[in-house]
């Protein structure tokens, strides 16, 4: 009887000497209690390897022991499952009234933090009684609720489980105890060890040697072991002969030492590597777990041990991806960071929570809805098309363009509860995506199936709750499981390489092992204290619910961590962000290289700048990366690269490179060409946004990509006020009884423009728009149009707007126009002008051009800047209108709605109130305007040839553009 504690630092054979004493009293039917449930798995192949057969003994966790205790206890309540613990939290919470914290339980993680500091109270057998405040009265409800449905936490049972061993004597019949890899033993467990211990031998193993800062953390359980031990203490050193490298060994005795003594040369056992950005850290470690498969070591020899393996999850799916390197993390997923949890997540939220396109069409979209993609995808392009978002609207119009409703949907909607609806589209997704003629096979298949099997498991415990309570499930409820459930960690399979965190890889070995994320504030890891247990309550409360020291804790994981390689330990630190911000090393990263010479620790640091966009040729880990190399030397050393491509038969290759430095952007398809030549007729915009870039009138024009989601833009706006003042000035002669707006007829012109605007907007508007965005819209325009007018009511021109929307060059335009305005043989103008002003009394008018935005162009930016409508207007207002023409102006109607343009001089009297500088001599006017006809001419001719090159006027690109992916850039 008693507990013997077996102490020791790291590779002192403790737990090697643990198995064999287990299995020397395997007669007695013992019991070995290992920190994880992988780690039963690999102990129990540990166990075989030694023993041919094992036909007595146990291997489990603490919960196993636990529930074996308590099983004899007579109590039939079944322990609750988390989705049910959630249940009942969430239920307690919005039955109890709070005050402090009351904004806190709103928050989606509330039910998490309490569940967590719920659990760390029964785990330290504190009665609910004796907690106070708020927290007392949830722990108090928790609990009623639990007894209401029926269950018991896990926590309760461990009490009874203490509870019997120290009362009942047919509690345990003499099976001895052996456990390991626990430090920090709670209350329950360790009143647990404290009982067995009076009944039956107990073996404890501790990583331990006494002063050693890296222990520092488990210095008050091995007191109390210690304490309990009574001199049943057998402490174990370090093996006279090690099979360690010297470097290993010397970090293992002197890592956090006060004063460490310089070690011996790494000799390749102790690497350091320091990226810039989180992909590039990766593919930097990426590259030397590439070289170890090359080089013939097995991927499940290496392991990858990193603070917290979510935030590095996305940048190791896609660099090991890309590389081709095999792994799994060892840490569970939630549903809905799976496939099948997020396309059945978004199903259930769009029909319960009135979701809206987004949701539903995250779901469609998905291989599990079992429709075809392409269909999807031209049903949601034509709701974002018209800004279709309310829940109704969507799936209308998503029927009626589909011609049949959602099959999910109708499963869901026909179910009798919730918690029978989700498990019937659960296993829908699963028979859409995989089918029911043959077992799937491959990884994405394996993640399928766990997330599959961790859904059912929680709708499988609310079905189970449902029908022993009768209690009534709500969507919100099952909604709220799902989200909290995580599948089970991957198995580490042969040819893997396991990525885990600290605490999973305390009782595992490598070959080699590398540490990820050493940066400050990663790990160690930043403090964050419990929000409804701090440390004066913790001390209050006792139980062993005092934390030890955070940063003593992650010494030493981190200690432990450098403990698992045998062969080779590599440090790996992000030493820079993806924005180049420096990040400084994590302390322990320092801790680690002052145990070793200077010189050496360069000599054995791998560093990879954010600049360097190419590897070396000779580290490259893939071929894309090694072609990449080679252009990269091709810049410096033509003849060299061509000699390496000659050798690797990359020849082609680099050839095609260095081609595309040197690319003609002119078409060259021969039906585009002929459609091109075919031309005659041009608009005078498209001419002028051709002045503007080619390639980017090539992209708006011939290409015309299409915008996926409507939106109240510039454009729309535009063509809205159009519309709106073409009726207003239509029907001004008929509603006011004169053309002109006059300080007498204001208002009521103002009342006609408001009219005019809210016909435009039902007529021209075919936008689902929000009742936020269709009064933004109307009231923005409204102040604009309303301006517009007192501006006119203010002119002091005396010319009136007799012709509208006057188009030529076209079809549709009047047949005396039909013909356009010649730019030159066989070549013709087309365009529609807004507005003409005409003298009363003779045949003169002026071109009025609007603009939605703030901006107008002055005379000199017309020719400065090649602006070709109003000058191209001028001439079909004298060639092909019949009008004499005394100028043109553009008419801002946003911000100053500024009014500039190009006017001859010689009319200043009868066009008062413009800028000074828009007035030109005749010889300038008719110059500009000359020029535009030339220059308009020239744009045609290029657009015949089919001359499209990357040409924006000025310096280059504006900031503004936005056609840059699709730009056709000269590369020179």
């Excluded at 071929?623 to 491509?645: F, K, M, S």
């Excluded at 819209?777 to 010319?799: K, N, P």
């Excluded at 707007?801 to 070549?827: H, I, N, T």
Aim: with cysteine; hydrophobic share 40%.
């Amino acid at each position: 009887m008693g507990l013997w504690l077996v102490l020791g630092p790291a590779h002192a054979g403790k737990v090697a000497l643990l198995l064999e004493r287990f299995l020397e009293v395997l007669d007695h039917d013992p019991w070995l209690v290992v920190p994880n449930r992988g780690e039963v798995e690999r102990v129990e192949r540990d166990l075989i390897r030694r023993r041919t057969a094992l036909l007595s003994g146990r291997v489990g966790t603490f919960d196993d022991l636990f529930e074996h205790i308590a099983s004899g206890a007579g109590e039939t309540a079944p322990v609750a499952s988390e989705a049910q613990r959630a249940l009942a939290a969430r239920r307690v919470i919005a039955t109890v009234e709070l005050e402090r914290l009351g904004r806190s339980a709103a928050t989606s993680g509330f039910v998490d933090a309490l569940l967590a500091a719920l659990g760390e109270v029964g785990s330290a057998l504190i009665e609910p009684e004796r907690l106070e405040g708020e927290l007392g009265l949830l722990a108090r409800g928790y609990s009623r609720q639990l007894a209401a449905l029926g269950l018991r936490d896990r926590d309760g049972l461990r009490r009874v489980a203490v509870e019997r061993l120290r009362h009942d004597l047919d509690a345990w019949h003499g099976e001895p105890v052996f456990t390991y890899g626990f430090e920090d033993l709670t209350a329950a467990e360790w009143s647990l060890l404290e009982a067995l211990s009076g009944r039956t031998p107990v073996t404890v193993s501790i990583p331990y040697e006494p002063g050693r800062a890296a222990f520092s953390a488990l210095g008050r359980t091995v007191t109390d072991l210690s304490r309990l031990a009574d001199g049943q203490i057998e402490e174990l050193s370090r093996p006279a002969s090690s099979p360690l490298p010297d470097a290993l060994q010397h970090l293992e005795q002197g890592l956090f030492a006060d004063s460490p003594e310089r070690g011996p040369a790494l000799d390749g056992a102790l690497r350091f590597v320091e990226g810039a950005g989180a992909r590039g850290t990766v593919e930097l470690l990426a590259s030397e777990v590439l070289l170890l498969l090359r080089g013939g070591v097995p991927a499940e020899r290496i392991g990858v041990v990193c603070d917290a393996p979510e935030r590095w999850r996305a940048p190791l799916d896609i660099v090991f991806g890309e590389l081709e390197i095999p792994f799994a993390i060892e840490h569970g997923l939630r549903l809905g960071e799976t496939a099948l949890g997020s396309a059945l997540l978004n199903l259930l939220r769009y029909e319960w929570l009135g979701g809206g396109r987004d949701e539903l069409f995250g779901f469609l979209r998905a291989p599990f809805s079992g429709l075809e993609r392409r269909g999807v995808d031209f049903v949601e392009g034509r709701l974002r098309g018209r800004a279709i978002s309310d829940p109704e609207r969507v799936e209308a119009e998503s029927e009626r363009l589909r011609g049949a409703s959602v099959p999910a949907l109708v499963e869901l909607r026909g179910a009798s509860d919730p918690v029978a609806g989700a498990e019937g589209v659960l296993r829908l997704l699963m028979r859409n995506a995989w089918g029911l003629e043959s077992p799937p096979t491959g990884p994405d298949a394996r993640s399928d199936a766990g997330a599959f099997r961790a859904a059912l498991r929680a709708l499988r415990d609310l079905a189970a709750l449902s029908e022993s309570t009768s209690e009534v499930v709500r969507p919100e409820d099952v909604l709220a499981a799902l989200e909290r459930t995580r599948t089970r960690p991957a198995a580490s399979d042969r040819g893997v390489v396991p990525v885990l965190d600290y605490e999973r890889a305390r009782t595992r070995l490598f070959g080699v092992v590398f540490l990820l994320g050493l940066e400050e504030g990663s790990f160690p890891r930043r403090v964050r204290p419990s929000p409804l247990l701090d440390d004066e309550l913790r001390r209050e409360l006792g139980g062993r619910l005092e934390r030890t020291d955070p940063v003593a804790r992650d010494r030493y994981l981190f200690y432990t961590a450098c403990t698992r390689a045998l062969e080779r330990l590599v440090l790996v630190r992000e030493a820079a962000t993806d924005e180049g911000t420096p990040r400084e090393p994590s302390p322990f990263w320092d801790d680690v290289r002052a145990l070793f010479a200077p010189d050496d620790v360069a000599h054995a640091t791998r560093r990879r700048a954010l600049s360097a966009l190419t590897w070396p040729l000779e580290s490259a880990p893939s071929e894309r990366e090694r072609l990449r190399a080679l252009v990269r030397i091709d810049v410096d050393d033509p003849t060299g690269a061509a000699a390496l491509a000659s050798a690797n038969g990359w020849t082609r290759r680099l050839e095609r490179a260095r081609a595309a430095f040197d690319r003609p952007t002119v078409l060259r398809n021969r039906h585009v060409l002929e459609t091109m030549s075919a031309r005659t007729v041009f608009s005078a915009t498209e001419l002028e946004r051709f002045a503007d870039c080619s390639s980017a009138w090539l992209v708006e024009r011939v290409l015309d990509p299409k915008r996926i989601d409507a939106e109240p833009d510039p454009i729309l706006r535009g063509q809205v006020v159009h519309t709106a003042l073409n009726r207003f000035y239509a029907s001004l002669p008929r509603e006011l009884g004169t053309e002109r707006v006059t300080h007498e007829n204001v208002d009521a012109a103002l009342d006609l423009v408001r009219r005019c605007l809210d016909d435009a907007l039902e007529s021209g508007v075919r936008l689902d728009l929000t009742d936020l965005q269709a009064t933004e819209l109307r009231h923005t325009l409204l102040a604009d149009l309303e301006g517009f007018v007192r501006d006119e009511a203010a002119s002091e021109m005396a010319f009136v707007p007799r012709r509208l929307e006057v188009a030529f060059g076209s079809d549709r335009a009047a047949p005396e126009l039909q013909r356009g305005v010649a730019l030159a043989d066989d070549l013709w103008l087309s365009g529609k002008i807004d507005r003409i002003d005409i003298d009363p009394f003779s045949a003169r008018g002026i071109v009025q051009d609007y603009k939605s935005g703030k901006g107008a162009h002055s005379a000199r930016d017309i020719d400065r800047e090649l602006r070709l409508q109003i000058p191209l207007y001028v001439l079909a207002l004298r060639d092909l209108i019949g009008l004499e023409p005394l100028g043109g102006v553009y008419r801002a109607l946003a911000g100053k709605r500024l009014t500039r343009g190009m006017l001859r001089a010689s009319a200043r009297e009868d066009l008062p109130g413009f800028a000074k500088d828009d007035y030109l001599d005749e010889e300038a006017f008719w110059g500009q305007v000359e020029g535009a006809r030339q220059r308009a001419a020239d744009n045609a001719r290029r657009i015949r040839a089919g001359d499209v090159q990357h040409d924006p006027k000025g310096d280059g690109c504006p900031p503004w553009c936005d056609l840059w992916p699709m730009c056709r850039v000269a590369r020179a």
